[in-house]
Structure formats: structure tokens, C-alpha cells
């Protein structure tokens, strides 16, 4: 019998199509090209691509969130995750990185929500998030862990959130890559309904 090994799971598989893995919800996550479905929230606020990558790679970027406002404002960049099934486990983790030397102290923290409508709109309920964080050395890994999704949940809205804390002029900013938003569903087929989907009759020799 063909083996299939999946070595992100740490499993062998006695299948004979490919192992499959959860879908990353966060859809542009990585910011090759661009900074399209994230947006920015709030007067003094700005999110733009920056050609800084986590793994330094010459062919993507990262978003850059910049919080100039003159008073003390929690801001933030926001996505909507859409056809979130309630029936499972999520998290939320990505690179964050706090550039030194700049013009203003801040924090910075990744959430999310939950939402009883699609498109994120209706009844707001918070999920898990990161550690308030005050500052890093160079690209660091953070991870919100795995909440369930309350029961009715439809949407999620994935919160990048950029704290300025000092009144006066100056700025904070923040880059944030390699997000990934997924739920905890290894095969996309559990067989609930009686669909045998992505699984084959046919067994390799």
C-alpha cells in the first residue's frame, strides 16, 4: 500500500491521495504584492505594503501600520473572514515587527472577533488574542491559541491593533506578515454528512 506522510502533522497517512491541511483564512496573509482586504481604521491612521519581509524573501512584503495621532488612540487594521463554520476551534498568529528609534512609544496586540452575520456586521463577540507587547527584536512570532467559535458564528473579523500611548506629535508603527487564520479541521471531509469527498477508492501498490 502507498504511504502518504504528512511531516507538518506528524502523522502517516493510509490514504492514497495527498494529505490535506486547514485553509489559511487570512487569504492575503503574506503581502506579496499588496495590502488588499486589510483595512485601516480610524482618523491618523494608515496601513500601506512595505517591501520588509519576516523571511527577507526579494519577492514579498509586509503590511506597515503607522498611528500619528496627536492624542493617546488604540487603532487598528482589520479583515473579514467570511463562512466561518461554528463547529470548530480557530487561532490567529503571524510575524510582528516593532522598528527601533522611533518617534513615539506605543503597543501593539492581534486579536479577533466573532460575528452572528456574514461580513462582519451584528453581534460582536471578542475571541482569543496576543499579549499586549510594548516592542520586539526584529521579527517575532506571536499566537493568539485556539478559541471555539460560539455557536450562530458566521464571520470573524482578524484585528491588527497599533496603540499609541503618548499625547504630542510623532509616530508609532508596526509591521505585521505571514498571517495565518485557520480552524483546527485537518481534512476538509470528517464524513458528517456521508460525503466521502476528497477520499479515493483507489489503493496504490
Not at 486589510?38 to 517591501?51: I, K, R, S, V
Not at 505585521?176 to 476538509?188: A, K, M, P
Request: negative net charge; contains cysteine.
Amino acid at each position: 500500500m502507498r504511504y502518504s506522510i504528512c511531516a507538518t502533522l506528524g502523522l502517516v497517512v493510509l490514504i492514497s491521495s495527498p494529505c490535506v491541511v486547514a485553509q489559511n483564512l487570512a487569504v492575503n496573509g503574506e503581502f506579496d504584492t499588496d495590502i488588499l482586504g486589510w483595512t485601516p481604521l480610524g482618523a491618523d491612521f494608515t496601513a500601506e505594503w512595505d517591501p520588509s519581509d519576516h523571511n527577507a524573501s526579494p519577492v514579498s512584503g509586509s503590511l506597515l501600520a503607522t498611528n500619528t495621532s496627536p492624542v493617546n488612540a488604540s487603532l487598528a487594521v482589520v479583515y473579514c473572514v467570511n463562512s466561518i463554520p461554528d463547529d470548530q476551534h480557530y487561532r490567529f498568529r503571524g510575524w510582528v515587527n516593532v522598528p527601533p528609534g522611533q518617534t513615539a512609544s506605543g503597543q501593539f496586540e492581534m486579536w479577533w472577533d466573532w460575528f452572528n452575520n456574514p461580513s462582519c456586521v451584528g453581534n460582536q463577540v471578542f475571541a482569543g488574542g496576543t499579549p499586549i507587547m510594548v516592542s520586539t527584536s526584529g521579527w517575532e512570532f506571536f499566537d493568539t491559541g485556539w478559541e471555539a467559535a460560539p455557536p450562530g458564528t458566521m464571520s470573524a473579523w482578524l484585528v491588527l491593533g497599533n496603540h499609541k500611548n503618548m499625547v504630542g506629535p510623532g509616530s508609532y508603527q508596526t509591521y505585521y506578515d505571514g498571517l495565518d487564520f485557520r480552524g483546527d479541521r485537518i481534512f476538509v471531509d470528517g464524513f458528517e454528512s456521508g460525503n466521502t469527498g476528497v477520499w479515493s477508492t483507489t489503493v496504490g501498490f
